[in-house]
């Protein structure tokens, strides 16, 4: 009888070493598969910083491949009777939601990819005008990785973790907290390319025309939205088209009559009636209040309403010529380049026009300039720079 039950004794032994050693070989596979995999989508990243995303989509796919073989591994009954063990299988199962998580991420970037792929950035803009339908299908290949996404969240949050009392190793622990922060990241900007495509259409004139006060401050005189509005130009889409229909400075709007009455009475107690006068409307940091007094102004000015405003300070401008090796043309000859626009705009044009005799030549100067840097950035040359 105790023969026997030695017997029994070593066999057990036996079985869990035998099991042990399986279930490392096993993990010790599968971390292989993600390793390759890791290599595969750092390749991926480099491809699509260039804009290349057919050979993004090689990576990835090549990526997936690698994913799903490791998660395969771990859905072996070894490595569940492993994780079934309380406390002791911890671990095996942190590791277990590990490897599918990082498989759900990597399906949720073959969604990325076919976004971008669809997006084509080198040619979204062809003469002022947007491919609207490439956005829109962008879009909606972006939108295909949020269940893969959420599958992945879900993964993490239900497995063993040490920060909750689970018996999980720290390398696990480490992987597990570094593939969430990724998996944020990774989240946040494919809502963000879905919200960009389902939007930007009908910004754009998809839905029929729009207009837009397009509102350049300059911040060499402090107001609540960046700036002092300097100069102005109404901006016309069209399905994707873009032109210039109106522009001038801030002269050339008019004062308010009275305020509105729906900014509330706490408004009303700090600011009272000054913002009526056009170089106030933006004393608020409430962007909105600032954009609906502008485009009341423009509304008295020509009895039109327009449909929003766009605004950016000079500085913002001139970085936007620079990433996208833009210049403008001076009206009297000459060129201002991205790094020479801002300090031309705050400074240069006064030492241009010193007099206050000089005021009508400097506004018809800054009016020329602004719509000059406005068509500038509204033809939207090199979109990967930008």
């Known amino acids: 009888m105790g023969k026997r039950v030695g017997l029994v004794v070593l066999a057990a032994i036996v079985l869990l070493v035998v099991t042990g050693a399986w279930a ?40 997936e491949e690698q994913a799903a073989a490791a998660a395969a591994l771990t859905d072996r009954w070894v490595w569940r009777g492993v994780a079934a063990v309380p406390k002791i299988g911890d671990s095996a199962e942190a ?54 996404l959420a599958q992945a969240r879900a993964y993490l949050a239900n497995s063993p973790r040490a920060v909750t009392g689970g018996w999980v190793l720290p390398v696990i622990e480490e992987a597990a907290g570094e593939l969430s922060t990724n998996i944020t990241e990774l989240s946040a900007t494919a809502r963000a390319m879905q919200e960009v495509g389902e939007l930007l259409p009908a910004l754009l004139g998809g839905e029929g025309p729009k207009q837009y006060l397009i509102a350049i401050q300059a911040p060499n005189e402090t107001r609540g939205t960046g700036g002092l509005l300097g100069t102005w130009a109404v901006a016309r889409v069209d399905n994707g088209q873009i032109s210039i229909v109106d522009s001038g400075a801030n002269e050339d ?16 107690d700090r600011y009272r009636d000054d913002p009526t ?45 620079s990433a996208t090796g833009t210049s403008v043309q001076l009206p009297d000859g000459g060129t201002l380049d991205g790094g020479q626009f801002p300090d031309f705009a705050l400074r240069g044009i006064y030492d241009k026009f010193p007099d206050f005799s000089d005021t009508p030549a400097r506004q018809n100067y800054q009016v020329a300039l602004g719509e000059q840097a406005t068509q500038a950035l509204l033809s939207l040359q090199n979109p990967q720079a930008l």
């Open 95 to 148: 590791a277990r939601a590990l490897v599918l998580a990082a498989d759900a991420a990597v399906r949720a970037l073959g969604g990325i990819t076919d976004s971008l792929d669809q997006l084509d950035v080198e040619n979204i803009v062809q003469d002022k005008v947007v491919n609207l339908e490439s956005v829109a299908a962008a879009a909606q290949a972006a939108e295909a990785s949020a269940d893969p």
């Open 277 to 321: 006068l056009v170089p106030n409307m933006n004393m608020s940091p409430d962007y909105p209040v600032a954009a609906q007094l502008w485009l009341d102004s423009y509304e008295q000015k020509t009895g039109q309403r327009l449909d929003g405003v766009l605004s950016l300070d000079v500085n913002a401008l001139g970085k936007l010529m």
């Open 253 to 268: 709007l008019p004062s308010l009559k009275r305020m509105p009455d729906d900014f509330g009475a706490g408004y009303a």
């Open 24 to 63: 490392a070989w096993t993990f010790r596979d599968a971390q292989q598969h993600l390793q390759v995999a890791r290599t595969d989508l750092e390749q991926a990243r480099s491809a699509l910083l260039e804009y290349d995303a057919a050979s993004a989509g090689t990576y990835i796919t090549a990526a």
